[in-house]
Structures are given as structure tokens and as C-alpha cells.
């Protein structure tokens, strides 16, 4: 509050103007600073990061590459404990004179250590209000593609999961493009593995119908993999290890105030190429899960635990609470429009009713051990969950993101980021909610569950965003005057401020400016007022952004990608400057004495 007229909560900034600049542009009077870098000391330990003489033991003790979620887990006074997911690596950022054909085994297993999580001790410095990473000896870690998980659920055990390393199918080594996620009530982070089919070589050489079927439903049909991992560990080889790929696509836990728990696998929240998941707990004390499958036509799911969760942070609370995520029933979503079809041309027209909006339900796929899908077992269900979907009528979406709950109204936001081939030739066309052919910007869809019951099984929902241009007829902001909104393409991850507005983060511009964090209210007048909060430096994506009062985190993913870079021809310098390589980074922006957006 500074005396200009009353605008809607939380939003009492100037917006940033789209730009091409090669660092974080934020409005006036907020700072921000990098809290940790690619390389950055997470171990007791650690070498100080040498770009020109990376190793991999180092590299597992420092943090990975391209972090995409985080979370903060409290931890006291101005302290949390801070997870970074890290989706994938680029060797070729990573590597002056690297050999895409001919990696050394070193680069690989550098690879393998930049992949996973980080757990870090954070701590804010009163004096300058900058977050800054501790080395905690007990609770920072590691998580990479060499660390040990616990298969759970209905599916742990099965003969699907069952390797020669594995013959019981309930222990795997690794998590892979770990992309969104969330932070539990009971104080865990959950975290979704996407584009885990680019890591496995071969599939293209199974011969088997069955297999062969469910392989290229997830995308696997290749000879060599990209990355060549399979030069240096058979079970990336899908003609050697062929069960080795069903065990990634899952949901993993991690417990970051219990550094010496074992990360889980989640089979009962099924396979597929998870962007994250959020829980909401719903009236009746029962967990849901939201998911969604970020892929072209893919679905969006939600998953309703069995058991009721059980409120405190006690040692036998938190127990039960962890295990909530292994038994109850997993959901596959079926939206329908109430526009006449023949409204939805694809050039994303408003419907005459004037609104993308309708119903929906909650199709049944699986509960425990019992199946509802004809010709699948439970088993199958779980661990070729999309090939269930594909029998029940589920809706073709464009690319669910981040899907999660508003803990002030109680709706359910989805970011659907885009889908270039709506209404290609062989492929679906326009419907009410994916009302745009080649969609290039992606939209924002909200629904209610039936009563504001969370595990109902039925819903209304409506578009929010159609996202582009504003000054285009195919763009919708809620019903706001678009003049006074910015631009936005490619909403990736979502998050919520204490007053419900809604922060997106994009991923991959597809108006040509660097990408960035908006926010939106969503009800009462000013619902659409889509306004920049900030954007990152050239070349990278915005994601993980957490909302919290008075600061505001955001993960610089993979900045300086852009055509032609490379180790050898950087082409930005964020955030070290002068001729540094780009660092992927976590930042932190903050107002001082003042909270976001006021
Ligand atoms: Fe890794 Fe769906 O973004
Ligand atoms: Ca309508
Ligand atoms: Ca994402
Ligand atoms: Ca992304």
C-alpha cells in the first residue's frame, strides 16, 4: 500500500514489457539474486565448481543441471529445506568439444549426477533479505540416477517391474526428467518423471506386438538414445533390459526431513509422462491427487486415496500420512462442452454463450488390485496407464502441465501449454476446450468439482486464459478488457498467492520475447487481469516458481538454449557475466520491507 488507488490485491506493480535481455527483468523497487547455480557445493565436501574440469564424483555432490521444480519445505525461522528437481542435461552446454555421437563414460556419469534432486538447507539473511544456501551436513542431498528407490503400491512387485538386476520388481536405481512437483501437507515432495522414453536406446528393435504396442505409446521406438547411456549401463538398453523403461514415468516421494528415507515410486498414481502432481486433502479427510500427462492428446488425471489423512507432524502421523499416496483409485478426466460443436471452427472464436466452458466426470480406471478397464488388469492399468486411458473416453487435451488446486476457492487450475498439431490432418480437431487448430499458446483451464468436493466425480469447468496476443481475436483473458493485459504463450507451471491469484510461469514463448512469471487474478472484477511479473534471461524457461508472502523463487532453466549455442559458443553469460558459460539457477526476488505485489 502506497497510496495509489486500489487495484486488486496483490497485483500493485508495474508490468514488464516483453524483452529479449540476457537477465532477470523484474518491476521497480524488487531485487533479486541467484540462490544456487548449477555446480553450486551441496555436500559437506564439494569442490568449488570448475567448468573446464568437471568430474563426476563432484558433480554428486553439487547441484545439478537444469533445475525445474522447486518446493520449500519449513524448517524453522526464516529456514527452509529447498528441493530442486533436475529434469535433463545438455552435455553440450555442459562440455567444451563435446561428441554428441561419442561421449567419454566420465561425461555420461557426469550426466547421470546432474540428473535427479537436490535437498538444501536455505536461510534468509535478515541485513539484505537475500536466501542463501547452507551446507548442511545433515540434511542437504543428493538424489541421482544411481541412488536407490522403493517401488510402492499395487503394481511393486509385478512382473512388468522385474529386471535381471531387479527380480523383484520393488527396487529401482535413479529417477529420470524429474519436471514439476509438489510439497505435501506432511511436509514431502512429490515429483513427476516426464520425457523418461528419451533415455532408453533400441525400443524400435522389439518385435513382440504386445510390447511393441504399449513401447510406442510412450513414446519409444528408436535405435540409439541421444545421450548414449546405453554405451555405459545395459539397463538403458530396451533390446537387453526390456522391463527397465516401465520402471521410470512414476511419481516418486521424497522425504526431505528424513535425509536417510528412501525416495519412493508411487505406482498407484500410474505411468505416464508425469509433469508433477498436487495434493489437496478433501472434505472428508481423503488425499487427492492432481496429475497430468504432458503430452500431445494426452489426459489429465486425479487420483483419491483410501485412507483419510491424519492431521500434525508426529512420527506416527507422518507415517500414515506417507502412505496415503499407495492405495485408492486413479481417475482419468472426460470434459465435455455445452456449445454446439459446430461453434468451434479452430480460429478460437468465443462461443455465442460467450464463454469455453461445460461438465465433466471422473472416469474410473483403477482401485487397489481391482481394474475398471476392459482387457487390463489392475497391473496394467498402473504401468501402461495411458493404453487404459485411450479405452474409456478419455479427453485428447493439449498437453497438461502443472494441474493444481486454489487453496482459496477451492477450484482446480490446469496449464495446458500448447499442442501445434489440433486439428493436423489424422489428428483431433477443435473442441470447446482445446478450441484452437495448432494451438501455439496454450491455455488455462479452471474447473469445481461437483458441491467443492474433491473427491466428486463429477464437474463444471470453464477456460480462463486463451493465451497469445491480446491484440488477436483468438486470445481470451476471463472476460477482461484486453487492452490492459500482457501477453503470455506457453503456460507451463501454476502456484497461488494468500489471496488465490494465480502465478503462471511459461515455457517457450511463441511471441519471440524471453519467458516469464505472470499473475492473474480469478474472480470478482478484475478476473483476467493477466499481468508480467517478471521475465528470466535469454534462452531459458521459467518454472518452480514458489509464491510465498514476501519473496518470490523462481528456477532459470537451462538459460543461453537457444540456436547454435553451445560450451564452445555460449551466447549468454547469465547469471556470472563477462565470457562465463550459463549457469541453470534458482533466484529469489523479494521487495524490501514490503510483500509481493504491494
Ligand atoms: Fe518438463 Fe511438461 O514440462
Ligand atoms: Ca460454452
Ligand atoms: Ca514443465
Ligand atoms: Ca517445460
Known amino acids: 500500500g502506497n497510496g495509489r488507488p486500489r487495484g486488486p490485491k496483490g497485483l500493485d506493480f508495474t508490468a514488464v514489457a516483453p524483452n529479449r535481455e540476457d537477465r532477470i527483468v523484474t518491476p521497480e523497487g524488487y531485487h533479486n539474486s541467484v540462490v544456487i547455480r548449477w555446480g553450486d557445493p551441496v555436500l559437506p565436501g564439494a569442490p568449488a565448481f570448475d567448468f573446464d574440469n568437471q568430474t563426476a564424483a563432484a558433480q554428486a555432490k553439487q547441484f545439478g543441471f537444469n533445475n525445474d521444480f522447486c518446493g520449500l519445505v519449513p524448517f ?20 567444451k568439444g563435446f561428441s554428441q555421437a561419442n561421449p567419454t563414460e566420465e561425461q555420461v556419469k557426469i550426466g547421470w549426477a546432474a540428473h535427479g534432486l537436490s535437498v538444501v ?6 541485513r539484505t533479505g537475500k536466501l542463501l544456501p547452507k551446507l548442511d551436513r545433515r540434511y542437504n542431498r543428493r538424489i541421482t540416477v544411481t541412488s536407490e528407490f522403493e517401488v510402492d503400491g499395487p503394481a511393486a512387485g509385478s512382473a512388468f517391474l522385474r529386471t535381471s538386476a531387479d527380480p523383484t520388481g520393488r527396487k529401482v536405481f535413479g529417477t529420470l526428467n524429474n519436471c514439476a512437483g509438489g510439497v505435501t501437507p506432511w511436509g514431502t515432495i512429490l515429483s513427476g518423471e516426464e520425457n523418461f522414453n528419451q533415455y532408453f536406446a533400441n525400443a524400435g528393435s522389439v518385435t513382440d506386438p504386445v510390447v511393441k504396442t504399449r513401447l510406442t505409446r510412450y513414446g519409444l521406438a528408436g535405435a540409439a538414445s541421444t545421450r548414449k547411456w546405453e554405451n555405459f549401463d545395459r539397463r538403458f538398453d530396451v533390446a537387453k533390459e526390456p522391463n527397465e523403461v516401465n520402471r521410470f514415468g512414476w511419481i516418486v516421494e521424497v522425504d526431505p526431513l528424513e535425509p536417510g528415507s528412501k525416495p519412493v515410486k508411487h505406482t498407484a498414481l500410474g505411468r505416464f509422462k508425469h509433469e508433477g502432481a498436487t495434493i489437496q486433502i478433501a472434505r472428508n479427510g481423503k488425499v487427492v491427487a492432481y496429475l497430468g500427462d504432458d503430452e500431445r492428446f494426452d489426459y489429465v488425471y486425479k487420483y483419491v486415496s483410501k485412507e483419510r489423512y491424519r492431521p500434525g507432524d508426529s512420527p506416527a502421523a507422518r507415517a500414515h500420512n506417507k502412505k496415503l499416496l499407495s492405495d485408492g483409485t486413479l481417475y482419468v478426466a472426460q470434459f465435455t462442452g455445452d456449445s454446439p460443436a459446430t461453434e468451434f471452427d479452430g480460429t478460437g472464436k468465443l462461443p455465442t454463450d460467450g464463454e469455453f466452458d461445460g461438465s465433466g466426470k ?12 476392459d482387457g487390463f488388469t489392475a497391473e496394467e492399468v498402473y504401468v501402461f496407464t495411458r493404453l487404459a486411458a485411450d479405452k474409456v473416453g478419455a479427453t485428447k487435451m493439449d498437453r497438461p502441465e502443472d494441474v493444481q488446486p486454489n487453496p482459496v476457492n477451492g477450484r482446480i487450475y490446469a496449464a495446458l501449454t500448447n499442442n501445434t498439431d489440433r486439428g493436423k490432418p489424422g489428428k483431433e480437431g477443435p473442441t470447446e476446450i482445446n478450441p484452437r487448430n495448432g494451438n501455439k499458446h496454450g491455455h488455462i483451464l479452471e474447473w469445481e468439482e461437483s458441491r467443492g468436493d474433491h473427491t466428486a466425480l463429477t464437474f463444471s469447468w470453464k477456460l480462463l486464459l486463451v493465451c497469445g496476443d491480446p491484440a488477436t481475436a483468438d486470445t481470451y483473458f476471463g472476460g477482461y478488457d484486453k487492452t490492459q493485459v500482457s501477453p503470455i504463450s506457453c503456460p507451463d507451471n501454476v502456484a497461488f498467492d494468500r489471496h488465490g491469484n494465480l502465478w503462471i510461469s511459461t515455457d517457450g514463448n511463441a511471441l519471440g520475447s524471453n519467458d516469464g512469471l505472470f499473475v492473474v487474478p480469478v474472480s470478482g472484477r478484475y478476473r483476467g487481469y493477466l499481468k508480467q511479473f517478471l521475465t528470466v534471461p535469454l534462452g531459458a524457461e521459467t518454472c518452480g516458481p514458489v509464491i510465498e508472502d514476501d519473496f518470490i523463487l523462481v528456477s532459470v532453466q537451462h538459460p543461453g538454449e537457444l540456436d547454435g549455442a553451445s560450451a564452445d559458443n555460449p551466447l549468454t553469460h547469465w547469471p556470472d557475466g563477462g565470457t562465463a558459460q550459463p549457469r541453470p539457477a534458482v533466484a529469489a526476488i523479494w521487495k524490501s520491507g514490503c510483500r509481493i505485489g504491494e
Open 121 to 126: 538447507v536455505v536461510e534468509r539473511e535478515r
Open 76 to 95: 524453522g525461522h526464516d529456514r527452509w529445506l529447498m528441493v530442486s528437481n533436475h529434469e535433463y542435461t545438455t552435455e553440450s552446454a555442459m562440455f
Open 362 to 373: 471422473w472416469i474410473p480406471l483403477a482401485s487397489g488390485d481391482k481394474s475398471f478397464v
